[in-house]
């Protein structure tokens, strides 16, 4: 009888457990979000899985609560659907720090409607590192004009994809869904 009690109360206890833990595909997220990782955490979150035997995606598994930045959609100023262009409002512009060097090197995660659809690696415009075709990058475009402050851009680019929708996600139905999403925020350059 008392074996019985404590299954019960093992059993009460998992899942109460489980009920407080949401995934990510059940948060609630707003819109278009960029989650900017330093290749560092993503790699300590991996060695993590790998050490325990358990398979890594990095479209699945990333803790988004270790990203070093989050921008939202609303941080926004202009996408630029043919040229990939992104332009986002800089959050250091009125901050005696300068922009942490995160924002140009690293890996951005893109989350649309709570699911990551996209990771790039971001770059310095300027960088002579070779990249594969078929990686999705996100260059920081550095600005001719040094006073202009205010705004960071961004050039996303795939050597291996055929259209801006496919640099957007792999799925054309996500990347159609993404540009009626920010046509509908008064975002979309088409």
Sequence with gaps: MRWLSYCWMLI???GCTQANQTSLTTRQFAGYE????????????EDARITTNQAWNLLRDPDLSQASYVISDTAIVEYN??????IV????ADDTQTMPFFMSEGTTLVVFNGQIIQAYQRELSITSKYIAPETAV???????????????????MQASASTPDAIVSSDPAIAEAVKNHLRQL???VE
């Design 12 to 14: 009460v206890l998992v």
């Design 34 to 45: 960029l989650y900017f990782f330093e290749n560092k955490v993503l790699n300590q979150q």
């Design 81 to 86: 659907w043919p040229q990939q262009t992104l």
């Design 89 to 92: 409002q800089n959050p250091w």
């Design 138 to 156: 996100m260059y920081h475009e550095l600005q001719a004009s040094a006073g202009d402050t205010t705004q960071l851009h961004y050039h996303l």
């Design 186 to 188: 008064g975002k979309l």
